[in-house]
Structures are given as structure tokens and as C-alpha cells.
């Protein structure tokens, strides 16, 4: 992690030893996640207004009908994407406010992040670039269609609720990539991971928990 980011963040660090503890609690075990997730400064991340809420395990809203998800989701799709193999290259849709984002950076190789709202992506590359990251690369467009000329990836991760798994994800993702992806189904939103089956053009899914993100929508918005 760089000084840059230990440096900023005035929330005392009780706080958001706390919020680590309830992470573990609730069955994140990866050390290296809760490592960055203990340094990361979640505050950066939201209007000044909602900052001090920052380290409680809650889902925050981040403008534009939009919110930045728990904590303890955050750690778990973060976790599930580092259990697939050799990950170094991640595919994210729905930057937002930059949060998952960031918290990959620490861990992966490098992270492309594709966001559809143009004023949210301008606030996530500032903070990125305040924070001193380097390793994130943004684009302004439908996410639905991936980022083909960086393709493939190890692993793509959704931050909003589709209703099928875009075909164009699946394209783009490498022979051993894995999705993470919440799901929109007639019970509900479940979060899950695809795969392919070896040597076939077949996925697998898993079941993970059921889950409430906010809609993968089409288009772009200025
Ligand atoms: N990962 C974000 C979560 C933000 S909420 C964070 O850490 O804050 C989900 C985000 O997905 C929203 O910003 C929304 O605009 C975006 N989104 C929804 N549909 C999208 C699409 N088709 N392409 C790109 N981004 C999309």
C-alpha cells in the first residue's frame, strides 16, 4: 500500500478496526482483502456529508440514484475474484464511486473500470489520482459491452444487477477468467460466479448469496 494512501483518512483507526473485526465475523478470510480494506480510506469515497458513516458495514447512496455497496460485499466479490487462477488483469462494470476499484488495485495487477454516468467517473479518477493509484484505467461507456481492446481478462466483476450474463463479458473474459455477477431472478437478486466449463463454449455457475445492487442499465449518461 502506498503512504499516499495511509496517509489521508482522519477517521480514528478504532473504527475501522471494527468494521475489519465484523468482516471477519461474518466469514471474509482472506487476510490480504481485510488488509486493504483496514488502509483503504472508505471515507474518500463519499460526499463529505455521509464521510463520518464511512466504516459502518452499510451500502451508502453516492448521487445519481447510485450507492457505493457494503462493506462486507465489497470484501466478499473482492475475495471471490481473487480465488480464481492467476489473476492479474480485472475487468470491473460500474465504477461508481471507485471503491471496489481501488481496493482491487491493492491486489491485482491492474484494474479497468468501465462507468455509463460521466460525472461519477470524473470524481472516481480524482480520487484515484489523489490517492496516488496508478494502476486503474476508466472508460466512459456501457459496460454491458466490456472492453474489448483490453480483453482478456482474469477475472470481470459486475457492481450492478443484470438479468442475463452479457455475452460480450463472457467473450472477453481468458479460458481460466472467472465472472462475479449479481443476478437479477424472478426470486430475487443472487450473486454469483460463472466459469467455463473446460475446453467447451459451457459455463458454470455458482450460487454465492442473495444480494441488492442497483440495475445494470444500457447506454451512457452524460
Ligand atoms: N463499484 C461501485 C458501485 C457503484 S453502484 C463502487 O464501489 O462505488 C453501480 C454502478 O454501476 C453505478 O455507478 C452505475 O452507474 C453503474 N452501472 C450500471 N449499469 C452500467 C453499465 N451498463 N455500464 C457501466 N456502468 C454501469
Not at 36 to 63: C, K, N, Q, W
Not at 117 to 128: D, G, M, S, T
Not at 158 to 180: H, K, M, R
Amino acid at each position: 500500500m502506498s503512504t499516499d494512501i495511509e496517509g489521508i483518512g482522519m477517521t480514528s483507526q478504532r473504527t475501522r478496526e471494527r468494521l475489519i473485526n465484523r468482516l471477519c465475523e461474518q466469514g471474509i478470510v482472506n487476510i490480504n482483502v481485510l488488509e486493504v480494506m483496514r488502509t483503504m480510506p472508505r471515507h474518500i469515497f463519499l460526499d463529505e456529508a455521509l464521510s463520518h458513516r464511512a466504516y459502518e458495514d452499510t451500502s451508502l447512496p453516492i448521487g445519481y440514484k447510485q450507492t457505493l455497496s457494503q462493506p462486507y460485499i465489497v470484501a466478499k466479490m473482492t475475495e471471490l475474484i481473487l480465488s480464481g487462477n492467476k489473476i492479474n488483469k480485472v475487468l470491473e462494470i460500474g465504477t461508481g464511486s471507485g471503491y471496489q476499484c481501488a481496493v482491487l488495485s491493492q491486489l491485482v495487477k491492474k484494474v479497468y473500470s468501465v462507468e455509463r454516468i460521466e460525472p461519477l467517473l470524473i470524481q472516481a479518477r480524482k480520487r484515484f489520482q489523489d490517492l496516488g493509484i496508478k494502476n486503474i484505467e476508466t472508460k466512459f461507456s456501457d459496460g454491458k459491452l466490456g472492453w474489448e481492446e483490453k480483453a482478456p481478462f482474469d477475472a470481470i466483476i459486475a457492481t450492478a444487477a443484470s438479468d442475463e450474463l452479457p455475452q460480450q463479458l463472457l467473450n472477453q473474459l481468458s479460458p481460466n477468467g472467472i465472472i462475479v455477477l449479481p443476478l437479477k431472478t424472478q426470486s430475487g437478486q443472487e450473486l454469483r460466479v460463472f466459469s467455463r466449463v473446460k475446453n467447451t463454449n459451457e459455463t458454470e455457475e455458482r450460487f454465492i448469496e442473495p444480494v441488492r445492487f442497483v440495475p445494470m442499465l444500457s447506454g451512457v449518461t452524460k
